[in-house]
């Protein structure tokens, strides 16, 4: 139990394009998921937090309106990168945590996404 | 801030081999501490964790204890094995369920 999907695993794109990415939970309600962003040989670097129905929290020097995260259901959470540069290419990661099965604490990632900008 | 530290990698060993990684913690108050895995091409497992002090998590023969004392939360395995190769990140949890995450230690285990 406890899956994460994101959807999709690897995705090239254009400068000054917008990309989305999802991330569902599988088989567990998720009450509350995390977005993270992984440079090469670099540890996650969290992005921001959100709840189902709420506006997502964004982590100090993440800028909201680049980098916008949806989260309207228990299962599904989204992040669009809009207009998109070369330096937003980097390995983005969800995670999510609900309260089934006694697993509200703990964070399931998902297997994370290669964003790619040409 | 909260903090993780955790030993650069890459970590080379024979298969049967002692493993330690390293990691310390810095944290107001008492965190619980994590160690996640992520093998290759996959997202990040948790593989055991701790949530006070002198808990000792363990799984897959993986074993790490809470020190509050030293602030730090080694992990170490009696025998590695081939298939433990990966990336393994120890990380502690702060307010909100947030997470802070060491830079990950490679794994390399050679035959």
């Known amino acids: 139990g406890a899956v994460v999907s994101q959807h999709p695993s690897w995705v090239i794109c254009k400068s000054g394009t917008s990309v989305k990415i999802e991330c569902r939970s599988l088989?567990?309600?998720?009450?509350?998921m995390f977005w993270y962003r992984q440079f090469p040989k670099q540890s996650l670097m969290l992005m921001a937090t959100s709840n189902e129905g709420s506006k997502a929290t964004y982590e100090q020097g993440v800028e909201k309106d680049k980098f916008l995260i949806n989260h309207a259901s228990l299962t599904l959470s989204t992040l669009t990168v809009t207009s998109a540069h070369p330096e937003d290419s980097s390995f983005y990661i969800c995670s999510a945590s609900g309260e089934a099965l006694g697993i509200q604490e703990t964070q399931y990632f998902g297997p994370g996404t290669r964003l790619l900008v040409l | 801030g909260n903090s993780v530290t955790q030993m650069e990698g890459p970590v080379t060993l024979s298969e049967e081999a002692f493993l330690t990684i390293n990691c310390t913690y810095t944290?107001?108050?008492?965190?619980?501490l994590f160690w996640y895995v992520q093998y290759p091409g996959e997202g990040l497992q948790l593989l055991l964790k701790?949530?006070?002090?002198?808990d000792k998590g363990s799984n897959k023969g993986f074993e790490a204890t809470y020190r509050k004392e030293t602030t730090s939360f080694h992990l170490e395995k009696g025998s590695v094995q081939v298939s433990d190769s990966a990336v393994y990140f120890c990380a502690q949890r702060g307010g909100g369920n947030k997470l802070t995450f060491g830079t990950g230690t490679q794994l390399k285990v050679e035959l």
């Open positions: 701790a949530t006070k002090a002198d």
């Open positions: 944290a107001t108050g008492y965190p619980s």
């Open positions: 088989d567990f309600q998720a009450t509350t």
